[in-house]
T-cell receptor
Framework: DAGITQSPRYKITETGRQVTLMCHQT?????MFWYRQDLGHGLRLIYY???????DKGEVPDGYVVSRSKTENFPLTLESATRSQTSVYFC???????????FGEGSRLTVL | GENVEQHPSTLSVQEGDSAVIKCTYS??????FPWYKQELGKRPQLIID?????GEKKDQRIAVTLNKTAKHFSLHITETQPEDSAVYFC???????????FGSGTRLQVQP
């Protein structure tokens, strides 16, 4: 049982480039989330999805795009990366929005 | 939206002592309050949660208390051990479609 996986785990890119972080879960959880983790800010919600084809903005959505065409996948795209988007990105899934979140291992993104 | 404040940002205790981490939230509609532990370089994992219909919940050395009137909740760890050293995050949400809002985290260091 793979659970929830993220790829790539590490990525270095340049300002202005497009980057996509992938997230895949095998539990058929309805909810999926993208958080970014920065020192002093904890975990901040970027986008979340309650089901396929339903997405909602979180606290810090600017500069990011998501899609959810299939229940098991929730990719996060940075259309034009900026240095301020250097962060660790965590994908998570849950059966419901007030249930346990299961996090992926994280994707460390560096924008030069 | 919801705002969760967490204190202290760092906490150092001697092995065997108790540790208390406090959080306040802003939205009176919030009714689900989980706590996550993140060890160095790992993903966050749920350690305990409480819903608004109870005031306290215990699980071995860990307990969480909730004061809905004052809009604050706390994590209590007794008989701390070196393996309790980690970053702890509180969070809050309601049972609608809105996702969890996390606090900024507390780095707990248990000195042997």
């Amino acid at each position: 049982d793979a659970g929830i996986t993220q790829s790539p785990r590490y990525k270095i890119t340049e300002t202005g480039r497009q980057v996509t972080l992938m997230c895949h879960q095998t539990w058929s959880h309805s909810y999926m989330f993208w958080y970014r983790q920065d020192l002093g800010h904890g975990l901040r919600l970027i986008y979340y999805s309650a089901a396929a084809d339903i997405t909602d903005k979180g606290e810090v959505p600017d500069g990011y795009v998501v899609s959810r065409s299939k229940t098991e996948n929730f990719p996060l795209t940075l259309e034009s990366a900026t240095r301020s988007q250097t962060s660790v990105y965590f994908c998570a899934s849950s059966k419901q929005n007030t249930g346990e979140l299961f996090f992926g291992e994280g994707s460390r993104l560096t924008v030069l | 939206g919801e705002n969760v404040e967490q204190h202290p940002s760092t906490l150092s205790v001697q092995e065997g002592d108790s540790a208390v981490i406090k959080c306040t939230y802003s939205d009176s509609a919030s009714n689900y309050f989980p706590w996550y532990k993140q060890e160095l370089g790992k993903r966050p994992q749920l350690i305990i949660d409480i819903r608004s219909n109870v005031g306290e919940k215990k699980d071995q050395r860990i307990a969480v208390t909730l004061n809905k009137t004052a809009k604050h909740f706390s994590l209590h760890i007794t008989e701390t051990q070196p393996e309790d050293s980690a970053v702890y995050f509180c969070a809050a949400s309601d049972t609608g479609r809105r996702a969890l809002t996390f606090g900024s985290g507390t780095r707990l260091q248990v000195q042997p």
